[in-house]
């Protein structure tokens, strides 16, 4: 299951949920991400605020809506989003 929750300060984070154990597990952990629906092959559509860095200056996941495969988390950029900072 698809799912998102805002949390301290309202920041949108987007989960995918097991159905059997309902644990969640978050796409970009600690990230603004909203929750768009299901790609026709069954990833997750997920959209993507702000950059995600991987050391300071290198950036990991850039604005955009991704795909994410529902088992094994692999998140691929779907299409690059202009701006990149929430509210």
Do not use: K, N
Not at 7 to 28: K, M
Not at 55 to 75: K, S
Request: hydrophobic share 40%.
């Amino acid at each position: 299951m698809l799912a998102q929750w805002s949390g301290e300060c309202e920041v949108q984070t987007t989960y995918l949920v097991s159905l059997a154990d309902h644990r969640g597990r978050p796409i970009f952990a600690r990230h603004t991400s909203g929750a768009l629906g299901w790609s026709a092959d069954g990833r997750a559509r997920v959209v993507l605020v702000e950059p995600v860095y991987g050391t300071r200056t290198e950036v990991r996941y850039r604005p955009g809506m991704y795909l994410v495969d529902p088992v094994t988390m692999a998140v691929q950029l779907e299409r690059p989003l202009a701006g990149g900072h929430g509210c």
